[in-house]
């Protein structure tokens, strides 16, 4: 019998992360495109910034036939976070500049670019990137590559990075507490032999 879980965290209901999710508002909209093998991943950071975050949008598939209309909104301006050649690095929003509408793709690397490769309006943005970051609080996973991040991580980044000096900290609360609780399951001696540098 599966345990109860939260409707909103989908945490089960003994570990529920309500209480640490941020209501956060933001001049900067999120659209999270979500692959649908990460749905049930048992950190699912896209999910719990979409819900610290008023003005982000989760949306779970490969192909987004309407991603056109939903790149087309009013008083916004769409770019890709992906890393690339022609990637520009964020910073600071100037006083009169439009705000992003911030696409970020939720996936491993191959499925995110698999997401690129099936939606040729989300290939078409123009792509920012993060430039130099702090290295991941992720320790259950080892990087594929230096500076890589987890979705939330990435997220809670750019927006400190356009909004200063608003910080988006708080978003990271129930992540950190995910990762915990998982180190706490395993057992410390098992977390140091497994994950530790």
Known sequence: ???????????????????????????????????????????????????????????????FDDLPQSL???????????????????SAYAPDEKPLLLVVPDGTWRKARKLLHLNPSLAALPRVSLGAVAPSRYRLRRAPEEGALSTIEAIVT???MLEAPQGFEALLRPFDALIEGQIAAMGEEVFIRNHRR
Do not use: K, W
């Open 1 to 63: 019998m599966p345990r109860p879980t939260c409707s909103r965290c989908q945490r089960p209901l003994s570990h529920c992360l309500c209480p640490l999710i941020p209501n956060l508002d933001s001049r900067t909209r999120l659209l999270i495109l979500q692959h649908p093998s990460e749905v049930g991943h048992a950190l699912n950071t896209a999910r719990l910034a979409a819900l610290g975050l008023r003005n982000a949008e989760l949306r779970v598939g490969e192909v």
């Open 72 to 90: 087309a909104q009013p008083g916004y301006r769409a770019c890709l976070l992906f890393p690339g050649d022609e990637a520009v690095a964020l």
């Open 158 to 160: 750019a927006l400190d």
